[in-house]
């Protein structure tokens, strides 16, 4: 029985992406792609590092927002449902101090499966520097006035969609967002907008920190931080077998 032309198309695919090597251009800025291909060939090495994960990651965080990234703290966090099924989607990092903290709808897919199984994995993609943070720890909410700091900055828009988004909730289409939208500035005109008692943020505490450094022939630079209360800092580092 010969293979449907999709199978057949999605094997080309997959052929052409094995065979796609990283010292190629990546990005339409030939600056990026420059600087891709030092860090490449400078590798990451463990005097490299800072002993402490957070600190590292405000050194590699700074040098992706100065070298222009598109939205370098676009992140991919991934929760576990009650069946066990893992999910993930893209947030963004709104701050970093003992943990890595972002903020959503507590009654969202993600709000209640965090709520729920407070334990996540979260990831920065830098492709177009072949670089990547990993993160897994445990999840706490954020206080509430912490919350409430960060909505009264958000703007207006944005905190009417707060209220008028039953995130993840299934709808018929559009327009039933549109009109929820159009009620609440309405309800809320002329007046700050408060923050929804079911809006607010997560913080990832982190149990190990991951640093990766794409190299040449998939021989890439892995280092993981570790929790470890013998450490003058706190942590392991350690070098991961790519």
């Not at 402490?52 to 991919?76: G, T």
């Not at 039933?176 to 309405?186: F, G, H």
């Not at 913080?203 to 450490?231: I, K, M, N, T």
Request: aromatic share 10%; charged share 25%.
């Amino acid at each position: 029985m010969s293979a449907s032309p999709s199978v057949v198309l999605g094997e080309l695919r997959l052929a052409f992406l094995a065979s796609v090597e990283w010292t190629i251009p990546m990005s339409a800025s030939p600056e990026l792609d420059a600087l891709r291909a030092e860090l490449q060939a400078k590798g990451l090495r463990r005097d490299d590092l800072l002993d402490d994960p957070f600190a590292q990651f405000d050194s590699w965080f700074q040098f992706a927002i100065e070298a222009d990234l598109h939205e370098p703290h676009a992140m991919v966090v991934s929760s576990v449902g009650a069946d066990g099924m893992p999910s993930s989607r893209h947030v963004l990092l709104k701050g970093f101090d003992h943990g890595f903290v972002f903020f959503t709808n507590y009654t969202s897919q993600k709000g209640r499966e965090l709520s729920e199984h407070p334990q996540a994995s979260i990831c920065f993609p830098w492709n177009i520097l072949s670089r990547q943070v990993r993160v897994v720890g445990t999840v706490e909410k954020v206080t509430e006035a912490e919350s409430d700091e960060y909505f009264s900055t958000r703007p207006r828009g944005s905190q009417v969609g707060a209220w008028a988004s039953h995130q993840s909730a299934v709808i018929a289409d559009r327009s039933v967002l549109a009109s929820r939208w159009a009620e609440a500035d309405q309800r809320f005109e002329g007046v700050e907008v408060p923050r929804p008692p079911h809006w607010g943020g997560f913080r990832v505490l982190p149990r190990e920190v991951e640093f990766w450094q794409g190299q040449p022939s998939r021989l890439h630079d892995r280092f993981r931080y570790s929790r470890d209360a013998s450490q003058p800092a706190g942590w392991r580092v350690e070098r991961l077998s790519p």
